[in-house]
């Protein structure tokens, strides 16, 4: 895929009907954005409130059961294999596979690809090298720290050069030092190589800090607020963490925070 | 040969045997065991006839005086059916993996076939078949390709949804699933799946050699029964344990080096 990344999310639903005679979950109620190719985006919510599954949606593992998903003007879910290289996610586990150090794993999507053997191993590498793990690079997953093998998934994600970087509650579940540190290289990653990232998190200080654009959601899976970080002086800002907060609590959206959107939605 | 006394990692006392760098430990309760036995044996060989219970001369003599050709030809019986079985094993759960249609029609099936005692393969062997040696390939590889299917399809389903769903979302094809992400994560159930195959296999091919074969172990044990020689029948049950114990011993150094990566 070249050129823009733009992502269009259009009347989009997802029902789960988990087994006969029990009643369906929805779990996605309507979502329409867009994001514009380069752009920052956290989306932020309450556990259940579909994060994760339209996530799923825009990886193209799971299928929408109404509306759509588009991203360069192509379905994920329809158009599975056109999507290698062009996405890579980082999940909220490292997901590393146990066999391999931390070079292989690093290579992994690169043999995927079927690129030269030679370019695999030094793309890793030097991978590895930018992450500060020139010294760990032989390490089977076991013999890192939590902090460590996360770092390895980051490179993972980055070796390809994707166009669009995902990342599932990535960070979260580290050290509060170690998660700011990882955010930190995500972030510096993203804007350095100009990727379109899409951060999942249910931290509102981490979507504070993405710095781009916060997309809310109410449960069960629809938009309560899309906020242009860029809008808010330093007293907004402060404030504006209790408005989310508040929106998250009452799943309703707050005029105060609407006034933030990025653009007026139709 | 020098020995180490240390304490092993159970608490009890261990005897180390180093050999080409790396330690064989001998758990210090088995050989008291083992002597124990040899001890117990020899007395009883004093108090009853040569031909209840020989002694350890007497079956040291038939040791060796065993038919050392037919060690190997039961050997490569049991490696050519269980290479069989493993193939025939792994491309079953593969298929039944890929299609859960055809593993719910072929999963009753291997059941059934499990249950079938091994003494009703080989009567049927001996009923359909003519040739000796397909006989014998039939009953080891009737007994043990149902356990390395459903093992290896235990394995394969194992496999943890993170771990797939991470490698899906890299777009892999159909080939790169199996071979970077499915294979590698049940290599451990196929391990232990062989060792339980080996020790099967070992066990089924004396019966299933008592039945018109003119070669190999269970032959050797017909044999020394008509000759009423229980010196015979010990000697080559002894071959049978060490070849067990080495198969085991070998298979296990093979693992460890392969899962290193494991915690």
Known sequence: MSGSIEIEVSNLQKIFRPTAGDAPVVAIDGLDFSISHGEMVAIVGQTGCGKSTFLNMLIGLDRPTRGYITIGGRKPYEEFDYFRGVLTTVFQQDRLLPWRSALDNVRLPLELLGRDPREQAEKARAWLDRLGLAQFVNAYPHELSGGMRQRVALARAFVVEPQLLLADEAFGHLDEVTSAALRRSFIEL???????AIVVTHQLEEAIEMGGRILVF????????????????????????????????????????????????? | ?????????????????????????????????????????????????????????????????????????????????????????????????????????????????????????????????????????????????????????????????????????????????FTKLILPATLPVIFTSWKIN?????????????????????????????????????????????????????????????????V
């Open chain 2, 198 to 262: 080996i020790s099967l296999a070992i066990r089924v091919v004396t019966i299933a050699e008592l039945v018109g074969a003119v070669t190999g172990i269970g032959y050797g044990l017909t044999v020394a029964q008509e000759l009423f020689s229980v010196a015979d029948v010990f000697a080559w049950t002894l071959v049978l344990v060490i070849i067990l114990l080495l198969a085991e011993a070998v298979l296990g150094r093979i693992e460890e080096r392969v899962l290193r990566w494991r």
């Open chain 1, 218 to 266: 109410g449960r069960p899976g629809h938009l309560l607020a899309d906020i242009d970080l860029k809008k808010c002086t330093g007293a907004r800002l402060a404030s504006l963490r209790g408005d989310i907060q508040q929106m998250l609590e009452s799943n309703a959206p707050n005029p105060d925070v609407t006034q933030l959107a990025r653009k007026e939605r139709p």
């Open chain 2, 1 to 177: 040969m020098p020995s180490v006394s240390e304490k092993d990692s159970s608490g009890s006392k261990a005897f180390a045997v180093f050999s080409g760098g790396e330690s064989f430990r001998f758990p210090r309760e088995t050989l008291v065991v083992i002597i124990a036995f040899i001890i117990v044996w020899e007395i009883l060989a004093w108090l009853t006839p040569p031909y209840v219970i020989p002694g350890w001369a007497r079956i040291y003599q038939s040791f060796a005086d065993l038919r050392v050709d037919f060690i190997f030809v039961t050997l490569a019986r049991v490696a050519a059916a269980l290479l069989i079985s493993f193939t025939l094993g792994l491309g079953l759960a593969i298929l039944m993996y890929r299609s859960e249609t055809f593993e719910r029609y072929a999963n009753p099936l291997v059941r059934l076939f499990m249950a079938v005692p091994v003494v009703c393969w080989i009567l049927f062997s001996v009923l359909w078949f003519k040739w000796v040696e397909f006989r014998i390939a039939f009953v080891l590889i009737a007994t043990c390709a149902p356990v390395f299917i459903i093992d290896c399809l235990d394995g394969m389903k194992g496999v943890q949804k993170d771990l797939r769903d991470m490698l899906r979302s890299f777009r892999p094809t159909t080939l790169q699933f």
């Open chain 1, 190 to 196: 993203a804007v350095n190589e100009k990727k379109t």
